[in-house]
C-alpha cells in the first residue's frame, strides 16, 4: 500500500471523481471521499490539484479533451456514420444509468452554467459535440445514408437540441433506459432524412 498512491494516476482520479459525482453530486463530492476511491489520502489530492475546485477543473478540462478525442475513436469503431453518430450521442452518457446519477451530473452542468471556468470546458465539449454531428451527417449524406438535399447544417443543430434534451425527459417520465431514450429521439430526428430502406435501424441497434 505504501508505494501505490505514486501509481494512480490523474486520469484514474478523474474518472473516480465523475464516479463519486454520479452518486452525490457535485456539492456533495470531497477530496475524501475521491481518495478514498482510489485508496489515496485527501492530503496527495491537494497536492495536485490544490483544491475541489481545482480537482473539479481538472475534470472538466480533461472532459473537454474527451470530447475532441471521441468522434475520431467511434468512426473507427462503426461501420457507416450514422451508427458511429448513434455511439457519439449514446456512450457520454453511459455512466448515467439511474435518473438519481443523470440528477448528479446535470447539477455539474448548473456549475458549468453559472462560474466562467468551468463554462469555458463545458462549451468546448458542446462545441466538438457539434463539429462531430455535422461531420458524421456530411459523411452520411455523401455515402447515401441521408437522402440528397439534406441540410446537414440545420439537422446538425436540430439533433444536438433534441439528444440534449431526452435525458431530461427521461428522468422524468423514467420510461426505459436513457441509452434506449437517445436511440430513440435521434432516430425520430432523422427519419425525414433517411432513404427508405433505413427503417428504424439506429433505434433497433
Not at 452542468?109 to 468546448?124: N, S, V
Amino acid at each position: 500500500m505504501a508505494g501505490r498512491p505514486r501509481g494512480v494516476e490523474d486520469a484514474v482520479i478523474l474518472r473516480a471523481t465523475a464516479d463519486v459525482i454520479g452518486r452525490v453530486g457535485p456539492v456533495g463530492l470531497t477530496l475524501a471521499a475521491v481518495a478514498q476511491e482510489v485508496g489515496l489520502v485527501p492530503g496527495t489530492l491537494m497536492q495536485r490539484f490544490g483544491s475541489k475546485r481545482g480537482l473539479l477543473l481538472a475534470l472538466a478540462e480533461q472532459s473537454a479533451k474527451d470530447a475532441e478525442a471521441m468522434p475520431g475513436r467511434v468512426r473507427q469503431e462503426h461501420e457507416s456514420a450514422l451508427e458511429a453518430l448513434a455511439a457519439l450521442i449514446v456512450e457520454p452518457m453511459a455512466s448515467m444509468a439511474t435518473p438519481e446519477t443523470f440528477a448528479n451530473h446535470l447539477a455539474f452542468l448548473c456549475i458549468d452554467l453559472t462560474d466562467p471556468q468551468f463554462r469555458r470546458h463545458a462549451l468546448a465539449i458542446h462545441q466538438a459535440q457539434g463539429r462531430a454531428i455535422e461531420a458524421l451527417l456530411t459523411e452520411a449524406l455523401l455515402t447515401g445514408e441521408l437522402r440528397t438535399g439534406t441540410d446537414v447544417t440545420a439537422l446538425a443543430r436540430s439533433v444536438q437540441a433534441i439528444t440534449s434534451g431526452a435525458g431530461l425527459v427521461w428522468a422524468l417520465d423514467r420510461q426505459g433506459t436513457l441509452a434506449q431514450r437517445l436511440r430513440q429521439e435521434l432516430a425520430h430526428a432523422l427519419a425525414p432524412h433517411l432513404p427508405p430502406r433505413h427503417g428504424h435501424d439506429l433505434e433497433e441497434s
